[in-house]
């Protein structure tokens, strides 16, 4: 049984940075395509970022292309979403997703889901 479990979010101030984790078990990690989504308040979830099995395609949402980073530590089966340049509007629940399969933005595609991390960025 895939477990993903978020951890990192918290209140940090526009402009200010935050790397939320995601530690997964229960799956062989680097056959796994991972991806950061959010959800906030009244709104439909959206992706933010994807990458693939191996590490070497990564895919970013237009609104934190250059703001946000995606990586992973296969070894570790860890992965991550650091958040640089923080704006009001990426105050969201963040979740993270894997998919047994090729990287995608599609939510529907991805499987198995943790249970969020709350992100809030004050103005």
């Known amino acids: 049984q895939v477990q993903l479990v978020e951890s990192g979010g918290g209140l940090v101030q526009a402009g200010g940075s935050l790397r939320l984790s995601c530690a997964a078990s229960?799956?062989?990690?680097?056959?796994?395509?991972m991806g950061w989504f959010r959800q906030a308040p009244g709104k439909e979830r959206e992706f933010v970022a994807a990458?693939?099995?191996?590490?070497?395609?990564?895919i970013y949402a237009d609104s934190v292309k250059g703001r946000f980073t995606i990586s992973r530590d296969n070894a570790k089966y860890t992965v991550y979403l650091q958040m640089n340049s923080l704006k009001p509007e990426d105050t969201a629940v963040y979740y993270c997703?894997?998919?047994?399969?090729?990287?995608?933005?599609?939510?529907?595609?991805?499987?198995?889901w943790g249970q969020g991390t709350q992100v809030t960025v004050s103005s």
């Open positions: 997703a894997a998919r047994k399969s090729a990287i995608t933005t599609t939510e529907a595609a991805f499987g198995s």
């Open positions: 229960g799956l062989t990690f680097s056959s796994y395509a």
């Open positions: 990458i693939s099995g191996s590490g070497i395609s990564t």
